[in-house]
């Protein structure tokens, strides 16, 4: 695949643009589907542990239309009036539409996280065959949310593998309906563990569209040739790393976060773009200081990755109590030129004594192309 011949010379956050909308959760991966809607991910809001909304419209005037065919998780497993709540949660992050159905991942943490060490230890995938009314396990039968005893590798997609690889993934983005892509392969990317040395370096594999269920069927990147080619095996042992991002920005305590990307196909420039952001930590623990931001621009999936811009303090709104943290791409909201897109991103901030604010936040980006 040739190097686009442009390439981006400035990156712009316009904070003029900004938008803090009163809808809570955090996260928001987001796929653009063959009906012309997006979709989007949110966990820890509006009442649920994950739920999949319709995003309507354009910015400024967009909407969170609910999904009621959507699997509600259960938030406490098992049911315990006089003792400790024990969550059995599963957290929605990988997501991608073509063909009319929905397929996603959502990452499982190996205990609740007020217990010790805790931290994402695999995956879980369901699907919709209908543009998210209704869902079905990876096997094909009802969805089921196994509680923490049950999962394993025959009902996650991946689970306790080397290091915890593909425990945090994020699917490539490539128009509507995954249209853009010509190869016939789906990407997905994730760091390659949970520990600082590890968690900032970024693993990936591919699957044939038609056989993202069937693990067997995945391929994982082993190296990049001389030619800008990418090698890739069947066994996960053999994986190799795509890039490797900053040093020192993974927590230790809380559970391990960081260095989770988004990346998208913008066909205004022919080329893929990644965001992708650091854990604000003092070593230990998590947002003690403000996040690291960056953004990678490449040829192909597979990279190489070379660096538009950095952030060692990002600072929406030139806030610096900001927290900001996930920023992601809605594929719809890319200028048809590629210019411009608008930056989704969550705030964690303590606004009172009780609970953080989690929120969506937007504001467009301008990029300066030659």
Not at 5 to 33: K, M, V
Request: proline share 9%; glycine share 10%; with cysteine.
């Amino acid at each position: 695949m040739p190097i686009p011949a442009r390439r981006i010379t400035a990156f712009q956050r316009r904070e003029d643009t900004t938008l803090r909308l009163p809808f809570e959760g955090d996260n928001w991966h987001t796929t653009w589907a063959a009906d012309d809607q997006q979709y989007t991910l949110m966990c820890d809001g509006q009442g649920y542990n994950t739920r999949l909304w319709q995003l309507q419209g354009v910015p400024p005037d967009i909407r969170f239309v609910d999904l009621p065919g959507y699997p509600e998780l259960e938030s406490r497993y098992p049911p315990e009036p006089e003792g400790p709540v024990l969550f059995s949660r599963y957290y929605g992050f990988g997501i991608i539409a073509y063909g009319g159905a929905i397929y996603h991942f959502l990452s499982t943490p190996n205990h609740n996280f007020g217990g010790p060490s805790p931290r994402f230890v695999g995956a879980k995938l369901i699907y919709s065959p209908d543009n998210g009314r209704t869902w079905r396990n990876q096997d094909g039968g009802p969805v089921v949310w196994e509680p923490w005893e049950e999962r394993s590798h025959e009902n996650m997609v991946f689970f306790e593998e080397p290091g915890e690889c593909f425990s945090l993934l994020s699917i490539l983005q490539m128009g509507r309906n995954y249209e853009l892509n010509t190869d016939g392969y789906v990407y997905t990317y994730g760091p390659n563990g949970n520990t600082e040395g590890a968690m900032n370096q970024l693993v990936m594999f591919r699957v044939p569209k038609g056989q993202i269920l069937d693990r067997a069927a995945y391929e994982y990147f082993v190296a990049r040739d001389s030619d800008g080619s990418a090698r890739w095996s069947a066994d996960l042992a053999e994986r190799g790393v795509v890039h490797t991002f900053p040093s020192g920005w993974v927590n230790r305590n809380t559970h391990p976060y960081s260095w989770h990307p988004c990346v998208v196909y913008n066909p205004g420039l022919e080329m893929y773009m990644m965001l992708n952001w650091g854990m604000g930590t003092d070593g230990e623990d998590w947002f003690t200081q403000p996040s690291y931001l960056g953004a990678w621009t490449a040829p192909a999936p597979w990279g190489p990755w070379t660096q538009i811009h950095e952030e060692t303090a990002w600072t929406p709104g030139n806030d610096p109590g900001a927290r900001a943290y996930q920023p992601q791409i809605p594929p719809k909201w890319i200028a048809p030129e590629g210019r411009s897109f608008w930056l989704v991103w969550t705030d964690f901030q303590v606004i009172d004594e009780r609970r953080p604010y989690y929120a969506y936040n937007l504001q467009q980006v301008e990029l300066t192309v030659e």
